[in-house]
């Protein structure tokens, strides 16, 4: 017994070192190379990367698109307990991609998922409840899964996740499923805003960012640009592109700190040199028209061609965002040859993906589709 529990952890070990690997080959943009890794963690008996791999076969992200793979896999991890694969495998069913349509399935999949703590489960079980699809309608039922998915934000919030709190402020605050309480919403993006500046406290500078961010628009607490620039300040030294962009901004319009149009080019040069798409327009902006420093034409060309290598680093990385700017670069010839056709694969890639910029891109994709592009 001894022999073979040492096996397990061995196997584990192992497996589990092919999982990182697939995840850092990932975010260097080796997706195929980040495919073979998950393939073979998921031999081993890892259901992260199963679950990770069927996304990948759904999106066709470093192996050709597959649905009925994805459905295998997302099947694999959810039988080994991966609530996230049964969410997606209810997904799945629900659309009947790679597999027949069956909202009965789906129910009793997005079930599963909700009852392992993933909230996107709950969140569907509960809509599926609403619209009484794949369920008789219950409304009483669907309220029950929406509490679930608020005690799982409560949860993760009360161990430290400020996206748990955000994500249960925005609940309260919007009445999304639960009763509109705007005492207990505040209450919660209070307790984000404490996670961040302990996180900020400790050295983590993208927890700067996020509280700067909080106290520049007043998310859930008192506007301060004072602060805003304070947090975006210590964010920036600690290497966030954004938050030098964001106090760039600051400077730029005389927000929080003396307006310094020289000083606010500098941060926007160290945000774009870090990666920030934002960071190398608001630069090129500044060129362009020789607003706060010298007017330099060969600058913007550069820049923008800085501005679309990042949009398309950042869309190969699986961001919306990425695509998104990279297609309106292309839509409207911003530093870039116009070709409208290549804008349109840029939106429907950010259409495919399931982020709050998801409907933008989808909109952009269907305006091009109905012109002839």
């Not at 569907?124 to 899964?145: N, P, T």
């Not at 609940?171 to 009763?179: A, F, L, P, S, T």
């Not at 050295?203 to 960012?209: M, Q, V």
């Not at 210590?234 to 962009?245: E, H, I, P, Q, T």
């Amino acid at each position: 017994m001894k022999i073979w529990m040492v096996f397990v952890l061995l196997t584990l070990s192992l497996f589990g070192d092919k999982f990182q690997e697939a995840v850092d080959a990932y975010k260097k943009g080796n997706k195929t190379k980040a495919a073979e890794l998950h393939q073979k963690a998921c031999d081993g008996g890892d259901i992260r990367s199963c679950s990770i791999l069927g996304s990948m076969y759904n999106d066709g992200k470093g192996v050709k698109q597959d649905n009925v793979k994805a459905v295998e896999l997302y099947k694999k991890a959810c039988d080994g307990g991966d609530a996230w694969g049964c969410y997606n495998l209810g997904s799945m069913y629900e659309g009947g991609e790679g597999v027949k349509q069956d909202n009965v399935k789906a129910v009793e999949l997005y079930k599963k998922a909700c009852d392992g703590g993933e909230t996107m489960g709950c969140s569907w079980l509960g809509y599926m409840y609403d619209e009484g699809r794949g369920v008789k309608q219950d409304k009483a039922k669907a309220a029950e899964f929406y509490q679930k998915k608020a005690e799982i934000y409560k949860k993760a919030c009360d161990n430290g996740e400020a996206t748990g709190c955000s994500n249960l402020g925005k609940m309260y605050d919007e009445g999304d499923g639960i009763k509109q309480d705007k005492a207990k919403a505040a209450e919660f993006f209070q307790k984000k805003a404490e996670i961040y500046k302990k996180g900020c406290d400790d050295g983590d500078a993208e927890g700067c960012s996020n509280l700067g961010y909080m106290h520049e628009i007043g998310d859930g607490i008192k506007h301060d640009e004072a602060k805003a620039a304070e947090f975006y300040q210590k964010a920036c030294d600690g290497g966030v592109a954004w938050g030098c962009r964001s106090l760039g901004s600051m400077y730029y319009h005389g927000e929080g700190v003396k307006q310094d149009k020289v000083k606010a080019a500098e941060l926007y040069k160290k945000g774009c040199d870090g990666g920030d798409a934002w960071g190398c327009s608001s630069l090129r902006y500044m060129y362009d028209d020789g607003d706060g420093i010298k007017q330099d034409k060969a600058k913007v060309v550069e820049l923008y061609q800085k501005e679309a290598e990042i949009y398309k680093k950042i869309c190969d990385d699986g961001e919306a965002k990425g695509c998104l700017g990279l297609g309106v670069m292309y839509e409207y010839g911003e530093g870039i040859e116009q070709d409208k056709k290549k804008a349109k694969i840029f939106y429907g890639k950010a259409c495919d993906m399931s982020t709050p910029l998801e409907e933008e891109g989808c909109d952009r994709y269907r305006i091009l589709k109905k012109q002839g592009y």
